[in-house]
């Protein structure tokens, strides 16, 4: 049995050794437009993919709190490197869920083998004998050129005239998609978050993962992984896995304000930063920000858990509330990181500077369709008068 509190130790060990390290090969990496090799291998080293992967496949299975303070803590040094690591690492859990043949394809043979994905159900199906036929071309699959499977989002139309269509995730192996190398983007750069096309790919029964048993917590899967872990809303999951690298990010953000503005004194009217009250309070207002959101994560999940481990499940109204937390972060960290650059002079215009990338690089995962507040502050007013809610990726 694997001492889980000394893996937990480890882990946020080896994170933090790791966020000078990630920051010296930012710049590299965003002109490459991927991670190095070597912070894909730190990162395996590390155990950083293995941290919600089950037992069973050589995982940790440790809790989501555990996953999120390590990709935070690696956001500090490089937002692409955590956002890579948070969608990647998280596909190990949804692997989970799906009927367990499923994982033996993907790690009989290798347990450290990867996924990404595009959760847009943009894709073709055809039902056949079996499984489905799927085609399409989807966007953003972060990590996708590190990665030897991909997860694809597509309806599956009705089986009877009227019936509703049924969200899925399709898992489709690399000998059947082309990774499609688009990434031209002014920040995360490094995530290589391209597009995957895929014709007319059969695709098993087994490999696909039908959102309703997610949004259930009765998925296929939990007939072998049967831990509270992945007894977790899958909604709930992924979100996070998008939006909590800014957390990390605006808190490198702040730590690179104080060392650049400590001792600076103004070219133009002699006065010192660190009596600059524009500068103090876009400071403090950015820390405050750091704790709110990572207190609400932290709280969350800690609900969560509780829940699954005494099997009582969460009440939608909690469930919307949670999805608009998540969607609220990097919303607030761009205004935040935002205020950080604009009061710590123009040498923050230049893209090396780490608050330009940070800058970058938060609004860049605001734009993510998960970190826009507005529709899902819609959904929690109108649950809380009492209307049902229109949004079931929770």
Request: glycine share 8%; charged share 20%.
């Amino acid at each position: 049995m694997l001492n889980q509190d000394l893996i937990r130790q480890r882990l946020s060990q080896r994170a933090r050794e790791l966020v000078p390290i990630l920051r010296e090969r930012a710049l590299n990496a965003a002109q490459a437009g991927q991670l190095p090799e070597e912070t894909l291998k730190d990162f395996h080293d590390a155990g950083f993919f293995r941290i919600l992967q089950p037992s069973r496949w050589e995982g940790y299975e440790l809790e989501p709190k555990d996953f999120f303070e390590v990709q935070m803590t690696l956001a500090e040094g490089c937002m692409s490197s955590a956002w890579v690591l948070g969608v990647v690492a998280i596909h190990n859990w949804q692997l989970a869920l799906f009927d367990d043949r499923a994982a033996q394809d993907v790690w009989g043979a290798d347990s450290s083998v990867l996924i990404s994905s595009s959760y847009m159900p943009v894709g073709k199906v055809e039902r056949v004998e079996n499984g489905f036929k799927l085609s399409g071309r989807w966007g953003f699959s972060s990590g996708s050129k590190h990665c030897d499977w991909v997860f694809l989002g597509a309806l599956v139309p009705p089986e009877e005239a009227g019936g509703a269509p049924d969200y899925r995730t399709f898992l489709v192996p690399r000998s059947d998609y082309q990774v499609l190398d688009n990434w031209n983007v002014m920040g995360l750069e490094a995530t290589g978050s391209h597009d995957i096309l895929v014709e007319n790919a059969f695709v098993p029964e087994y490999r696909t993962h039908r959102a309703f048993d997610g949004f259930m917590q009765d998925s296929p899967g939990n007939a072998v992984n049967t831990a509270p872990l992945f007894r977790l809303p899958f909604g709930q999951i992924f979100v996070r896995a998008v939006s909590s690298s800014a957390i990390g990010a605006l808190q490198g953000a702040v730590d690179q304000f104080v060392e650049h503005n400590r001792a600076r004194v103004g070219v133009n009217d002699g006065r010192k930063m660190v009596q600059d009250p524009a500068a103090q309070s876009s400071l403090a207002n950015a820390m405050v920000c750091v704790d709110e959101c990572k207190t609400v994560l932290l709280r969350n999940f800690a609900l969560m858990m509780q829940r699954a481990q005494s099997a009582e499940p969460l009440s939608m109204p909690e469930r919307v509330k949670m999805r608009y937390d998540s969607a609220l972060v990097a919303d607030k960290c761009a205004k935040a990181v935002a205020d950080l650059m604009f009061n710590s002079g123009a040498s923050t215009i230049f893209r090396s500077h780490t608050i330009n990338r940070a800058f970058r690089d938060i609004y860049t995962g605001r734009a993510h369709v998960a970190n826009n507040p507005a529709k899902y502050a819609w959904n929690l007013g109108g649950v809380s008068m009492g209307q049902d809610s229109n949004d079931f990726f929770l």
